[in-house]
């Protein structure tokens, strides 16, 4: 009786803080070995607290260290445990520490005693971290669950930095954020719009430290808040934003549309507005009759209203597009729109129309005469469609691509004057286009000479015919020649003579001129020492005219 009043006094002692069943809410994994952010490290064995009870962990023996550390202090509150020992007096030992690694305060718990996956109520201040290991020298005790409850001390709350918060960008559906000053302890930031929660995003979550909200209303004006929460889940003061979205935008269309088509593809390229609202072009594509489409607006943008007939294509943020899933022989009407931030313009509609496949090309194509005088063709491309024989340019016949060979009769030959075959061959696809018809000697057939032959002899006929032609023009030009010359000497002795002639002329006047010169100074002399005689011509008497007969 002593002994067991002994040992209800001692459990008293150890236990004055306890109550069990406080809140029955709270079960394993409920507490801070679960939620993430409290443990730094945890050394229990894992099946201690792996939420499942029918698995026990190892024999923890005495004094052992099999410690839970904390991040930061806290306030323990409760615990739920469920463990058994070598013998049911052994008692598990529960130590507390705080930062300093001294003793708070430390439990006995004998199994026998012990509520088992009850919650137990506790108040111990100030934890760092917590032990838990047998209570007697050689023996040892098992865990099957245990989870321990509380709250960061108040002596080490740390609050998160509010964040700073401008606008980025305001637009008529969605507005960007630019966040900073995003400290380390900041785990998530929830955002607020006109009073209610539409978000909690990670601060890596941010593209480029923008945050976009989406969804809204144009011409509208909205209260943000923004929120820090710590990994603590201590939360910051808010940082207000009041903002008002811009009106819808004018989206413009696209310009300078361009579309090419050929019998396997339409390739479709255009501008971008100037305005700059683009986000992507959408291209959306119909099958039309070649009666919908008027020769004279062939190729030529539109400006329509949306239209139901249409089947999204492709977008792109691009300025081009190559369709590659026409058919040949088909006419097709693209749309095309610019799209901006949500917002679609009516589009641009240009129509387009493939042509025929063209005929396979001939390869491979030989052709050869036999011993027996048939003519055998041959070719290696096309593998389908058909291929058409022409003997003297009349069709002869039409076989099968897939044939690859076909022989004519020597009977059926025909050559030319020269010896050469008359024999074309033409491809036809399965569309009916034709190829041109390629004659026999257009295919492998070897020519007789080489470039160096065909250059000697050019350059030996160009010699002989120029020979010719220097003598013909010998002969055009050489009395013309002759004349030229005759008519330059004859110009010449003429010119020599007048130059003779004034010669001559300048001659005469040099002298008369001396001989007047000798009278005048003879007239002197005269003068000077006798009368001048007169002159005989002046001493006769003039003759009068006589009178004309009646």
């Not at 010719?468 to 003429?494: D, H, T, W």
Request: proline share 5%.
């Amino acid at each position: 009786m002593i002994k067991i009043l002994t040992l209800t006094i001692l459990l008293s002692a150890f236990l004055p803080f306890m109550e069990i069943g406080a809140n029955e809410n709270l079960w394993y994994g409920d507490g801070i070995l679960h939620d993430g952010t409290s443990v730094k490290r945890n050394d229990f064995p894992i099946e201690a607290y792996d939420l499942d009870l029918d698995t026990i962990s190892p024999r923890i023996g005495y004094q052992v260290e099999n410690k839970v550390e904390f991040n930061y202090l806290m306030d323990i509150t409760g615990f739920i445990m469920n463990f058994s020992a070598t013998y049911s007096h052994i008692n598990i030992e529960v130590l507390y520490y705080n930062e300093q690694e001294e003793t708070v305060e430390s439990m006995r718990l004998q199994p026998n005693r012990f509520d088992h996956d009850m919650y137990h109520e506790v108040d111990i201040k100030n934890v760092l971290s917590i032990n838990i290991a047998s209570a007697q020298s050689g023996q040892s005790v098992r865990i099957r669950e245990v989870d321990f409850f509380g709250v960061p001390s108040s002596n080490n709350i740390t609050l998160p930095s509010a964040v700073n918060v401008d606008i980025h960008r305001a637009g008529h559906n969605e507005i960007d954020f630019n966040i900073s000053n995003i400290d380390d302890i900041t785990e998530r930031i929830k955002v607020y719009q006109n009073g209610s929660l539409v978000d909690d995003i990670a601060p890596d979550e941010l593209n480029q430290g923008i945050y976009t909200a989406r969804g809204l209303a144009p011409e509208t004006n909205y209260d943000f808040n923004f929120v820090s929460v710590s990994t603590e889940g201590y939360e910051s003061g808010d940082a207000n934003v009041n903002v008002t979205t811009a009106p819808i935008p004018e989206i413009e269309e696209i310009v300078n549309v361009e579309v090419e088509a050929s019998h396997d593809r339409v390739d479709l390229s255009w501008s971008m507005p100037s305005s700059g609202y683009v986000d992507h072009v959408n291209i959306y594509r119909r099958t039309t009759t070649e009666q919908e489409i008027s020769m004279l607006d062939f190729l030529k943008p539109m400006i329509v209203n949306a239209s139901e007939d249409f089947a999204p294509l492709f977008e792109t943020n691009g300025t081009y597009f190559n369709d590659l899933s026409v058919e040949e022989n088909s006419s097709y009407e693209y749309k095309l729109t610019t799209e901006y931030a949500g917002v679609e313009s009516q589009g641009v509609i240009v129509q387009a129309t493939t042509g025929l496949m063209p005929a396979p090309d001939l390869d491979g194509d030989d052709y050869e005469e036999l011993p027996n005088g048939d003519y055998l063709v041959t070719w290696q491309q096309p593998e389908t469609g058909q291929v058409r024989i022409l003997v003297d340019g009349r069709e002869y016949v039409t076989v099968p691509a897939s044939d690859h060979a076909f022989t004519i009769p020597a009977a059926d030959m025909r050559y030319s004057s020269l010896g050469r075959p008359l024999v074309s061959i033409q491809t036809i696809g399965e569309n009916g286009e034709e190829s041109p018809p390629i004659d026999s000697d257009q295919g492998n057939a070897e020519v007789p000479f080489t470039v160096v032959d065909l250059v000697t002899t050019t350059n030996g006929l160009l010699m002989l015919i120029g020979s010719f032609v220097l003598l013909g023009l010998a002969f055009i030009f050489a009395p013309k020649v002759v004349q030229l010359i005759r008519r330059s000497i004859k110009n010449r002795s003429s010119a020599d003579r007048e130059g003779q002639a004034q010669a001559n002329f300048s001659v005469r006047e040099e002298k008369a001129q001396a001989r007047a010169m000798r009278q005048v100074e003879r007239s002197h002399s005269i003068g000077s020492g006798r009368a001048p005689r007169e002159g005989r011509i002046g001493s006769r008497q003039r003759r009068e005219p006589r009178q004309g007969r009646v």
